[in-house]
Nanobody, 128 residues
Framework: QLQLVESGGGWVQPGGSLRLSCVASGYAFFDYAVGWVRQAPGKEREEVSYISSSSESIRYAESVKGRFTISRDNAKNTVYLQMNSLKPEDTGVYYC?????????????????????WGQGTQVTVSS
């Protein structure tokens, strides 16, 4: 399994931007699908965006489409989440998660429960 460390969270006003990073350590990061999952206060964790091991498959939650962009650099063992036009409802703890793809480069998890490695999370607060 991978060890994942998120960074880049913070406080931002509505309409602002943040860029989250997830750095992985361990073997074969190139063979893992990675996702960003968030948890708002008092709510369950929800999918934000997923990216397959080769970046050929990407999925966004409807609530972030057109505002967030996920990308990865396998040479740096890093996945990014660029968040623009942030809204107060984007507030929450953002987690990076990963699951082995076993060579299926287009594979994306169906649900957050498929992830086997999780980071500790980074807080994002959007308020005026």
């Amino acid at each position: 399994q991978l060890q994942l460390v998120e960074s880049g969270g913070g406080w931002v006003q509505p309409g602002g931007s943040l860029r989250l990073s997830c750095v992985a350590s361990g073997y074969a990061f190139f063979d893992y699908a990675v996702g960003w999952v968030r948890q708002a206060p008092g709510k369950e964790r929800e999918e934000v965006s997923y990216i397959s091991s080769s970046s050929e498959s990407i999925r966004y939650a409807e609530s972030v489409k057109g505002r967030f962009t996920i990308s990865r650099d396998n040479a740096k063992n890093t996945v990014y989440l660029q968040m623009n036009s942030l809204k107060p409802e984007d507030t929450g703890v953002y987690y990076c998660a990963a699951v082995r793809s076993n060579g299926v480069t287009w594979h994306l998890p169906i649900s957050i429960y498929e992830f086997t490695s999780w980071g500790q999370g980074t807080q994002v607060t959007v308020s005026s």
